[in-house]
């Protein structure tokens, strides 16, 4: 699975794509670059739930019909995918991008996962083998392969590309001592996102807080030692700045572009609209408030990167 870009593509930007409304008929887009929200739409995405987003695609589905399909931001083109049913599915990941022969289009269950590959006319269910009362909760592509993490703190799931055209994909399990988290406040409870990020492996650990345990109120950061295949805890992600939604996160370097470095931009569960920044500086978080026409029951935020030549019709008026 080869996810670098091609070398005369541009440099990519990252923007937050903000999905609010009936059906998810409006949007509003936020440039980190330019820490500037547009209230504009992206074409073909009206009424759809973006899964996730690979260097300019994005994987689709129509809230009325179900249909999915993939969405190229700089061709527009659009590739269809099997209809799926998104009651039981909990996020999803592109492993590389059309015309790669190794891009799937891998739907996370509690599981199991459902994949596909552009032009085939049905998933293939694989389930993984887990502990009891463990849940996949993060995954993502890393050099060729896909790394899975679950509710357990022991234990990673690492999937390789079989081969054959509906083959399952070759299931490698590790066990090792986990991100040593223990817990020592009453009511917090944590997420964890994996992320690429300069070369490596990151597991971003989010601690919540409050009534409902939805309050963001810190993050851990650890790299994954693939000597010892062991957790590392970070203090500094150094140049870098991270982007985290829902189950999935990116990473950018601030030198590439007006961004701070050392932060972590992120977006809470349930009807809160705010973006937050995540200084690991100073463990401060600053609150960026979205375009005013966002109502406050915002359903889906969507971190995408596109090449910063690309985005011009991104930036035109309403």
Request: some cysteine; hydrophobic content about 35%; glycine content about 6%.
């Amino acid at each position: 699975m080869h996810s670098g870009l091609p070398a005369h593509v541009p440099q990519a930007r990252p923007w937050l794509v903000a999905c609010y409304g009936k059906q998810l008929q409006d949007q509003a887009l936020f440039s980190a670059s330019e820490n500037r929200w547009y209230p504009r739409t992206i074409p073909d995405t009206r009424n759809k739930h973006i899964w996730t987003s690979n260097n300019g695609w994005l994987v689709l589905q129509d809230c009325k019909s179900g249909d999915c399909s993939l969405l190229s931001l700089v061709s527009m083109k659009k590739l269809q995918l099997p209809k799926l049913d998104y009651n039981f599915t909990r996020f999803c990941i592109l492993t590389s991008t059309p015309p790669d022969r190794y891009c799937h289009v891998l739907f996370f269950e509690m599981s199991c996962m459902l994949f596909c590959k552009p032009g085939d006319d049905k998933y293939v269910k694989q389930d993984l083998i887990l502990d009891d009362n463990t849940n996949i909760v993060t995954a993502t592509t890393f050099e060729g392969k896909v790394y899975v993490l679950t509710t357990a703190e022991d234990a990673m799931t690492i999937l390789e590309y079989a081969g054959a055209a509906g083959t399952p994909f070759q299931v490698r399990r590790v066990m090792r001592e986990g991100l040593g988290m223990e817990w020592t406040q009453p009511g917090s409870r944590s997420g964890k996102t994996l992320v690429e990020s300069g070369g490596e492996l990151l597991c971003v650990r989010t601690i919540c807080s409050g009534i409902v345990g939805e309050d963001v109120s810190d993050f851990e950061v650890f790299r994954l030692d693939f000597s010892e295949m062991v957790w590392v805890k970070m203090d500094s992600i150094g140049e870098r700045t991270i982007f985290l939604s829902l189950s999935e996160g990116t990473s950018y370097s601030k030198t590439e572009a007006n961004i701070k470095g050392n932060c972590i931009y992120f977006t809470q569960r349930g009807c809160d609209s705010n973006l937050y920044v995540f200084d690991l500086d100073d463990r401060s978080i600053l609150v960026t408030w979205p375009c005013p026409k966002i109502s406050k029951r915002t359903w889906l935020f969507r971190w995408i990167l596109l090449p910063e030549n690309e985005t011009d019709w991104l930036k035109l008026s309403c």
